[in-house]
Antibody
Framework: QVQLQESGPGLVKPSETLSLICTVS????????WSWIRQSPGKGLEWIGY???????NYNPSLKSRATMSVDTSQKQFSLKLSSVTAADTAMYYC???????????????WGQGTLVTVSS | QSVLTQPPSVSGAPGQRGTISCTGS?????????VHWYQQFPGTAPKLLIF???NRPSGVPDRFSGSKSGTSASLAITGLQAEDEADYYC???????????FGGGTKLTVL
């Protein structure tokens, strides 16, 4: 059974960069797309972006190029960096495996437990 | 305000049928994109409940079913049980926003 685990600082100062890592266990990181999704009381669930196992990325345009994702297949990890954070970026951040039943029709079949990130000075 | 609109809450008595709607537009559900549904209990991550409009992953009871028509989709739960009390979210793709989008979530209460 595939399991995902997020890790990273729970507190980030405004204008700094949020950095999170997701570790995959119990399955292969190859041949899948891996996403970051966040959930906040004000904005609900929001897809941030995905990365394919060989590095191809796609980001939510609403993040205005602040998001950067990378993957380390040897460690079975992928990461998220979100720059110039504000209080609006305070949320529970989830990593998830993305699956497509049809080309481009992605959904999220395995999720990490989530990590709460607060942006505050 | 989410791109996909769900009622904030629905309720039903044990054994009854519950339905949760998800209303979109011509750039998402109406464009024919698949709708997926997730179940979330307090303090836990969302769990995939329905994918590709009306398919259940292994382990999801057949009391849960999905449907889609025009710019809307629905999640139906037959034989409501107390353990079904949770938040439910729909998800699809929006070709105008060029991103995968979620509904605002619906809290199901089993009376």
């Amino acid at each position: 059974q595939v399991q995902l685990q997020e890790s990273g600082p729970g507190l980030v100062k405004p204008s700094e960069t949020l950095s999170l890592i997701c570790t995959v266990s119990g399955g292969s990181i190859s041949s899948y797309y891996w996403s970051w999704i966040r959930q906040s009381p004000g904005k609900g669930l929001e897809w941030i972006g995905y990365i394919y196992f060989f590095g191809r990325t796609n980001y939510n345009p609403s993040l205005k190029s602040r998001a950067t994702m990378s993957v380390d297949t040897s460690q079975k990890q992928f990461s998220l960096k979100l720059s110039s954070v504000t209080a609006a970026d305070t949320a529970m951040y989830y990593c998830a495996r993305s699956i497509a039943a049809r080309p481009g029709e992605y959904f999220f079949d395995h999720w990490g437990q989530g990590t709460l990130v607060t942006v505050s000075s | 305000q989410s791109v996909l609109t769900q009622p904030p809450s629905v309720s039903g008595a044990p054994g009854q049928r519950g339905t949760i709607s998800c209303t979109g537009s011509s750039s998402n559900i109406g464009a024919g994109y698949d709708v997926h549904w997730y179940q979330q209990f307090p303090g836990t991550a969302p769990k995939l409940l329905i994918f590709g409009d009306n398919n259940r992953p292994s382990g999801v009871p057949d009391r849960f079913s999905g449907s889609k028509s025009g710019t809307s989709a629905s999640l139906a739960i037959t034989g409501l049980q107390a353990e079904d009390e949770a938040d439910y979210y729909c998800q699809s793709y929006d070709n105008s926003l060029r991103t995968w989008v979620f509904g605002g979530g619906t809290k199901l209460t089993v009376l």
